[in-house]
């Protein structure tokens, strides 16, 4: 089958209206799991599984530590059909080719990793990092998706690890890693680049918002004096905004807000929303940081209202190894002279393996720069150009 062809029916995998929902273990994603250990396993590759819900595809038989790459199979909600599926699907095929041209020096994986959206449980790269020791296995006995599903409970059920993949024990080190991925922004299109070579992924901090204000019949409590808690979140959001757009270089985003108990006649006693910031230059970050705290102070104090602000996530900024870089470079642009290094506005997968070997990326371009929405979209011809890409840059790795 063609990359396209395994892209689309992938696509059809948890579809709706609006895009594509494949949240970690739900029956869409264990099915696109099932999808690329049977296509693997047909083209004669090992297949396997780890405790954190990784999947594994391996071609050639050396015990050396292989050459990997990989990217994820969940979505975000209504999201599209190349964020993540691709780069395992371009990786498969990678892999496919090297299997027919013979053997190499070095093993090379595939990895579907597990959760990287964050999109049901709240930890984004969610295997990935426990792979690169980032995030205890055991600390996952205590996570709890947004459904209420435990993790354990999720991962030992019908929809978590694969019944007939083997379970490999630890998480042993790659000698590198290499991402295939959709750039999901505008800057190669605009420049006419069909291929980029990510200079570092920018740093990521999450924090989960509660704001306690006093519920109250919205006919009879006066608007002096009132606790609501949905007008302080809109303070705070506006403030969260001010700041990222005021450092410069980085952004700041508001994507979930719940308001309890939600009534149109009732005044909102309590706001719960997470917060994600980024940026190339962690210093940004922690600036960000510094001024919503102090928004959320000021605003309590003005609303009488409890604001709590606790950390969910904090990746530092991640430079990709320039040896790895300088591979890459070699390789598209021999492939595509216009091609050219960007840094990453996204995370990865690819931030979190670093700290535990050399990565590098490759992107393609993505049109019109949309992307975690259903009609992201990459030409054809980029989406085979990426792969060749990668199979280039596996080879040369795998040979060394």
Known sequence: MSLEGRLAELALLGAGSAGIERGLFSVPEHAARMRIAAWAREAGLTVEQDRAGNLFVR??????????????????????????????????????????????????????????????????????????????????????????????????????????????????????????????????????????????????????VRIDGLAGHAGTLPMAGRADALCAAGELVLAIERAALGIGEAVATVGQLTVEPNQTNVVPGRVTLRVDARSADDARIDAIEEQVRAAARAIAAARHVGIAIDLLENRAATPMDARLRDVVRDVCVRLDARAFELPSGAGHDAMCVAQVAPAAMIFVPSIGGRSHVGDERTAPDDLALGVDALEAVLMTLAAE
Do not use: N
């Not at 041209?101 to 990793?113: F, I």
């Not at 409970?153 to 959709?182: C, K, M, N, Q, S």
């Open 59 to 208: 071609c050639g038989g050396s015990a050396r530590p292989p050459i990997q790459c990989g990217s994820h199979l969940d979505t975000v909600k209504d999201g599209g059909p190349y964020d993540g599926a691709y780069g395992v699907v371009g990786g498969l095929e990678a892999l496919e080719r090297i299997a027919r041209t013979g053997s190499t020096r070095r093993p090379v994986e595939l990895v579907a990793w597990a959760g990287e959206e964050g999109s049901r449980f709240p930890l984004g790269t969610l295997g990935s990092s426990v792979y690169a020791g980032l995030t205890p296995l055991r600390a996952l006995d205590a996570l709890v998706g947004d459904d209420g599903v435990a993790f354990v409970d999720a991962l030992h059920g019908p929809t978590g690890l694969l019944a007939d993949v083997p379970v490999r024990d630890g998480f042993p080190p790659p000698a590198a890693y290499v991402e295939l991925h959709i750039e999901q922004g505008p800057v190669l299109e605009r420049a006419g680049a069909r291929l980029g070579i990510v200079s570092a992924i920018a740093g990521q901090r999450r924090f989960a």
